[in-house]
Structure formats: structure tokens, C-alpha cells
T-cell receptor
């Protein structure tokens, strides 16, 4: 089954304790992205990657890191989490980058609900 | 800069009634437009998308949306609501930047409640 998976689905942690949220897709997609969802704000992009070893900041990158060593995986790293990073996080992927909408369609993982105390 | 405005953070309808969720966008270039649905405790699922051509777009689960360039709108409709339609709906806009990077800009979302 074609899908984007995230782990863990739920995480409660404390301020300053490094954590990693994993994301994996099995669709051979080039493009991957991380979003956070907060009430009243919709989804905001944290980081994206157009291909292996190519990553760049989105709209809200502060406090986050990513890496793209393999095409299928795009982990999100919080080196020193803070309470304002409590949120619902989504990983997404799409076939590639290009001018046709079919390339723009993004497939989303089930989400990771993170609470930082 | 692109932006998306969804009018009404909460919409409540009766089962069998018309569903209308409003979305307006701003974009300096022709946009690609999307509606996504999020059911409780799940990720986002694509309902429908507008590329070019026909302005009335049909999606899954009986939903459709009409692209109106003059009004910069992409409202989502369904003739008859079902209880299973209760979810949060997100409108999003995108277009191809130079270099091929396509970025999705989301609206704040509209939570649809369907009551018997």
C-alpha cells in the first residue's frame, strides 16, 4: 500500500530533551516536507526537501532540523524542544517538482502529536 | 505573496442539507488549487484539485468546487451532507516557482459539523 508513515504517533517529552520524529514514504517520491498544524493557523511548512541531500527552510524552521540521506526517509529533529513546539506534525511527499498539478499533489502521513512540558 | 482565506472556522449543517465551504485566495500568477479533508486522528486526504481547463472540478465523496478567477474563489460544495462528512477541510494554493519548487499554502481550515 502506497503510504507515508510517521513515528511516533504521540509523544510527550520535556523541555530540552532531543527527539526525532521519523517519516518514510514508499512511493519513490522526490519531494518531502514537514508541516505543523496549530488551531486557527492551518498547516505551516517547517522544512522541505526536493531530493536526496537537498533541503531548505519553509516558513517556520526555527528550532527544527532535518536530513535527507535516503530518498524514502525525512526525519524531523528537535535538538532542544520547547513548549511552543507543542503541535501536531505532518510529513508529506509528492512525486516531484514541476509545473503540473499532479506533481504538486502531496500525500500526508497520519500525524504526530507532540507535547513538550 | 500567496494567501488563502477560509470564511468560517466552523460550519454546521443538517444531514441532507447543502454543504458550502468558502475559500478565497490571492496569487499573482495562475494558481493550482486544492481541497484536503482531515478526519479525526488522521492525516490529510486530497478531495479535489484544480489545474487548468474546466472550472468545475469534481472530487471524491460527492464534493465539487468551482474555480472563479474573477472572484479569486474556490468554494467547496456538496448537495447533500452526510454524517460521515464531519471533518476539517483545508483549502490550499500552489504554483510553480522558478526552479520548480512548488509550495502549498494552506488556509486556517473549516470544521464541518453535520447533525441529524
Amino acid at each position: 500500500e502506497a503510504q507515508v508513515t510517521q513515528n511516533p504517533r504521540y509523544l510527550i517529552t520535556v523541555t530540552g530533551k532531543k527527539l526525532t520524529v521519523t517519516c518514510s514514504q514508499n512511493m519513490n517520491h522526490e519531494y518531502m516536507s514537514w508541516y505543523r498544524q496549530d488551531p486557527g493557523l492551518g498547516l505551516r511548512q517547517i522544512y522541505y526537501s526536493m531530493n536526496v541531500e537537498v533541503t531548505d527552510k519553509g516558513d517556520v524552521p526555527e528550532g527544527y532540523k532535518v536530513s535527507r540521506k535516503e530518498k524514502r526517509n525525512f526525519p524531523l529533529i528537535l535538538e532542544s524542544p520547547s513548549p511552543n513546539q507543542t503541535s501536531l506534525y505532518f510529513c508529506a511527499s509528492s512525486l516531484g517538482v514541476g509545473r503540473t498539478s499532479s506533481y504538486n499533489e502531496q500525500f500526508f502521513g497520519p500525524g504526530t502529536r507532540l507535547t513538550v512540558l | 505573496a500567496q494567501s488563502v482565506t477560509q470564511l468560517g472556522s466552523h460550519v454546521s449543517v443538517s444531514e441532507g442539507a447543502l454543504v458550502l465551504l468558502r475559500c478565497n485566495y490571492s496569487s499573482s500568477v495562475p494558481p493550482y488549487l486544492f481541497w484536503y479533508v482531515q478526519y479525526p486522528n488522521q492525516g490529510l486526504q486530497l478531495l479535489l484539485k484544480y489545474t487548468t481547463g474546466a472550472t468545475l472540478v469534481k472530487g471524491i465523496n460527492g464534493f465539487e468546487a468551482e474555480f472563479k478567477k474573477s472572484e479569486t474563489s474556490f468554494h467547496l460544495t456538496k448537495p447533500s451532507a452526510h454524517m460521515s462528512d464531519a471533518a476539517e477541510y483545508f483549502c490550499a494554493v500552489s504554483h510553480a516557482f522558478s526552479g520548480g519548487y512548488n509550495k502549498l499554502i494552506f488556509g486556517a481550515g473549516t470544521r464541518l459539523a453535520v447533525h441529524p
